[in-house]
């Protein structure tokens, strides 16, 4: 499975942008499997989960830092997951990958939060946020 992110680029603070990320098969089946989320990572840190989205109609799970600004959100028909990132700010500045599994977790907001738990992973776009 290959992942393709995109819509990364350069904004003011404040401003909306929104990734896309598309799988070139598909990730969630008809038995409640399979999950895609965003990591982030900025220079001299870990990579840090961002959001994750999963099950049916799918369920969603977000970092902290992010909440009540970003939305996740998938098309099934086209093996797509986006985020929409809303009042963005200086320190949301960083690559942003997509990640995606097959597999189902039994506490998926606890396990969906590492990055252990994905089997997939695209190149990352970058997400520049000017103060």
């Known amino acids: 499975v290959q992942l393709q992110a995109s819509g990364g680029g350069l904004v003011q603070a404040g401003d909306s942008l929104r990734l896309s990320c598309t799988a070139s098969?598909?990730?969630?089946?008809?038995?409640?499997?399979?999950?895609m989320g965003w990591f982030r990572r900025t220079p001299g840190k870990e990579r840090e989960f961002v959001a994750t989205?999963?099950?049916?109609?799918?369920?969603?799970n977000y970092a902290d830092s992010v909440k009540g600004r970003f939305a996740i959100s998938r098309d099934n028909a086209k093996n797509t997951v986006y985020l929409q990132m809303n009042s963005l700010k200086p320190e949301d500045t960083a690559v942003y990958y997509c990640?995606?599994?097959?597999?189902?977790?039994?506490?998926?907001?606890?396990?969906?939060?590492?990055?252990?738990?994905?089997?997939?992973w695209g190149q990352g776009t970058l997400v520049t946020v000017s103060s």
């Open positions: 990640a995606a599994t097959r597999r189902r977790y039994a506490s998926p907001s606890y396990y969906l939060t590492q990055e252990s738990r994905y089997d997939y």
């Open positions: 098969e598909r990730i969630f089946t008809n038995y409640d499997m399979g999950s």
């Open positions: 989205i999963w099950g049916s109609p799918g369920r969603t």
